[in-house]
């Protein structure tokens, strides 16, 4: 990234930074001294980019969220300090140890489980108000992913919301979240596997997935792009109207991205992409999915 573009993207940041209502500023925690740098990152990323979006699109204070995808509890703190009453599900037992740690220095506290995202099938139907997929459909192999939205959808009460946060699109030519190598979500599982080798990125290319075919499972899980498809399978057709996309939101409200989204590449890419279904709703060519489905009443 350029020089120019950098200090482009700083300036986009600090207006949107600016632009977060004082009402869910006030709410704003003291973070915990001892969390590591790159979670208060995410912590104040959230805060900034996220959490407002989704306020928008429901007030989050007394709203009943379920997160799939918690992690160290970054983006659960986030939620939780707008007054939101979370369960948050994750597979890794000791990133949700540290996210009640965090919480519990704070004064916070959720309903943290770790279980797999297919636990969702098990949940009663139609009692839901809010899923959450944060940042972990990507790291879903795909039985899981088709179990994880149909459960969640059949577990959301009529008028309940479905979000998918910080998820590859994999409609998007280059993998910036994984690979780093241009076209691979377009790639089949094996192939991708194979080619993993050309990337560049510490700790994934090179040597990392020279191993055994059965290190498959470990490796899909590192992140395989998500597109429309696996909705389209997972709720068998029914109608799921797109009531709010970040990307889009962000946009709207501040007029610079809107200009450099469109006369930059990003934005000549989504008008490519549209040509092949005119229909589609933008929200699903964005380089990440940030959008909210609404099942209906």
């Known amino acids: 990234m350029s020089s120019i573009q950098s200090a482009g993207r ?10 977060v209502p004082d009402s869910l500023s006030r709410c704003w925690l003291a973070l915990p001294p001892q969390a590591p740098a790159e979670w208060v990152w995410r912590v104040r990323r959230d805060r900034v980019d996220i959490v407002p979006w989704l306020d928008r699109t429901r007030p989050l204070r007394g709203a009943s969220v379920v997160e799939v995808g918690a992690g160290r509890g970054a983006s ?8 939101a009453q979370v369960t948050a599900y994750d597979i890794d037992q000791p990133g949700l140890d540290e996210a009640a740690a965090h919480l519990g220095a704070a004064g916070l506290a959720a309903d943290l489980r770790c279980e797999n995202a297919t636990a969702l099938a098990d949940l009663a139907l139609a009692t839901l108000d809010w899923v959450m997929f944060w940042a972990s459909l990507e790291h879903m192999v795909h039985t899981e992913r088709i179990a994880a939205i ?7 009460r009529p008028g309940g919301l479905l979000t998918v946060v910080e998820t590859p699109n994999r409609l998007w030519p280059h993998d910036s979240h994984t690979s780093q190598l241009p076209f691979y979500n377009w790639l089949p599982d ?36 998500v597109s429309v498809h696996e909705f389209r399978l997972a709720l068998d057709g029914q109608p799921a109207d797109v009531v709010s996309c970040m990307q889009l939101d962000r946009r709207r ?23 092949y279904e005119p229909g589609l709703h ?9 959008l909210t489905l609404r099942k209906p009443s």
């Open 150 to 156: 149909r459960g969640a959808w059949a577990a959301l």
């Open 282 to 290: 933008a929200a699903w060519l964005q380089p990440f999915l940030y």
């Open 10 to 19: 700083a300036l986009l940041d600090r207006l949107d930074a600016r632009a």
């Open 76 to 83: 659960t703190f986030a939620l939780c300090e707008q007054g």
């Open 190 to 225: 094996d192939l991708a596997f194979d080619s993993a080798r050309f990337s560049g990125r510490p700790g994934f290319g090179g040597s990392h997935y020279s191993r055994p075919a059965e290190e498959m499972l470990d490796f899909r899980r590192r992140g395989r792009g």
């Open 253 to 275: 409200r501040n007029p610079l991205r809107r200009l450099a989204w469109a006369v930059g590449a990003p934005g000549r890419t989504v008008r490519c992409l549209q040509r």
